[in-house]
């Protein structure tokens, strides 16, 4: 599974490569600048997680709404849904977790060039999940007994300080197309997480926020991007 994930990756990773080329042969005389957008908005799909090649059986699907405000700044919600299951949670034990999630925030966004555009962002984050456990225990003197912990209704919530890279796609295969679409991608600093803590056997997982173990949870997105402007000036 690992071998197909990463192949799945570098196929991403190819297509994005070459559209930004295909985009690179563009000159800046070419892109009409002379309408700013006012209003814009955006709807974001992530194509792939890098942070989940690591995680055995797991499950992710995430989108993002934007507006876009006077060209700089930008409102952000995020939603996404997920079922982690690594293996070395626990020793003779199956680990489950599952959830929505959720991401408000903003960003604030500058232009490198006509046609590429970084942004610095903020998001408070939640999730509501559940978690099943199975295990089983083996003792020579008796015989083998299998358990079950299930939780529902769990919350978690934690900060997020996002970079985006995003370029508009004005060319595929050296066709011009309208001005509609981005790719791009995101780098997250996850932390500051409360969630739910139990004596026995603590939450491994949370969708939406990874590991538990580690105090700061970086993750990396590759994102397409559909722009809809609103009004020009």
Sequence with gaps: MLKSKTLLLLLFCSLQAFLVNAQSEETEQEIDTTKKKVIEVGLTFDYLKLHTLALDNSKKWE????????????????????????????????????????????????????????????????????????????????????????????????????????????????????DFLSLGFKFRLKSYLKYSQFELAETKQIPGFGSTVNKLNPEVNLFIKFRIPILKN
């Design 63 to 178: 989108g993002a709404f934007n507006i876009n405000l006077l060209n700089h700044y930008a409102l952000i919600v995020e939603a996404g849904m997920s079922t982690l299951s690594p293996k070395d949670a626990y020793y003779n034990a199956n680990y489950i977790s599952e959830g929505t999630y959720y991401r408000l925030g903003f960003d604030y966004q500058t232009n490198i060039n006509p046609t590429n555009l970084i942004m610095f962002g903020l998001r408070y984050s939640g999730s509501n999940y559940s978690e099943n456990i199975t295990y089983s225990t083996t003792n020579p003197l008796f015989e083998g007994q299998i358990g079950e912990i299930k939780r529902e209704e769990l919350f978690a919530h934690w900060y997020e300080l996002v970079i985006t890279s995003e370029k508009n796609v004005r060319r595929i295969f050296k066709n011009d197309i309208k």
